[in-house]
T-cell receptor, first 111, second 113 residues
Framework: LAKTTQPISMDSYEGQEVNITCSHN???????ITWYQQFPSQGPRFIIQ???TKVTNEVASLFIPADRKSSTLSLPRVSLSDTAVYYC????????????FGKGTTLSVSS | DAGITQSPRYKITETGRQVTLMCHQTWSHSYMFWYRQDLGHGLRLIYY???????DKGEVSDGYVVSRSKTENFPLTLESATRSQTSVYFC????????????FGQGTRLTVV
């Protein structure tokens, strides 16, 4: 899987929009970009996945520029419950692909 | 209920003992994974399996053994537990065409004393 680079930590206040950027310079043509969220004492949970341009769901938006060498997870109007670790993964449909997690970005939301 | 479950949730064992962590999923997902998570290290892949009877080592496989005789089960065995294997273990599965959309179990907290 392509190696990813994310900030180690970010701080925000309730109600703000948070953007977490992930760099993946070696992304392959058939790789997708996926973000996971992990709360303390729980397993990671899938948030959003995309290939190019913009993807939006009820939780977040994912922005991917044309060169796909980076991506930005956008969380609108965060609340205290969005405090978690966010992981960016890059991978495709190759048989035997293994999910490799980096250390993620610890987001702390304060009131 | 459909899902992925791990057992036990908590386990305390002694150094040198063999211990097996269980993982069961009800979706018939092809791919299953085992991770360990320690403070400061994030999630590290131990083993993964692409299908029944097909397994591959991950980043930190030493001291661990897996088997996959049935699609729905993926047990992880610590052959001779060491204190360094004290950790939280997560199992995951995925089966869709976009293999990075994985579902995780609730974790097993293992303490080796």
């Amino acid at each position: 899987l392509a190696k990813t680079t994310q900030p180690i930590s970010m701080d925000s206040y309730e109600g703000q929009e948070v953007n977490i950027t992930c760099s993946h310079n070696n992304i392959a043509t058939n790789d997708y970009i996926t973000w996971y969220q992990q709360f303390p004492s729980q397993g990671p949970r899938f948030i959003i996945q995309g290939y190019k341009t913009k993807v939006t769901n009820e939780v977040a938006s994912l922005f991917i520029p044309a060169d796909r060498k980076s991506s930005t997870l956008s969380l609108p109007r965060v609340s205290l419950s969005d405090t978690a670790v966010y992981y960016c993964l890059v991978g495709g449909n190759q048989a035997g692909t293994a999910l490799i997690f980096g250390k993620g970005t610890t987001l702390s939301v304060s009131s | 209920d459909a899902g992925i479950t791990q057992s036990p949730r908590y386990k305390i064992t002694e150094t040198g003992r063999q211990v097996t962590l269980m993982c069961h999923q009800t979706w018939s997902h092809s791919y299953m994974f085992w991770y360990r998570q320690d403070l400061g290290h994030g999630l590290r892949l131990i083993y993964y399996s692409a299908a029944a009877d097909i397994t591959d080592k991950g980043e930190v496989s030493d001291g661990y053994v897996v088997s996959r005789s049935k699609t729905e089960n993926f047990p992880l065995t610590l052959e001779s537990a060491t204190r360094s294997q004290t950790s939280v273990y997560f199992c995951a599965s995925t089966g869709g065409p976009r293999q990075t959309e994985a579902f995780f179990g609730q974790g097993t907290r293992l303490t080796v004393v």
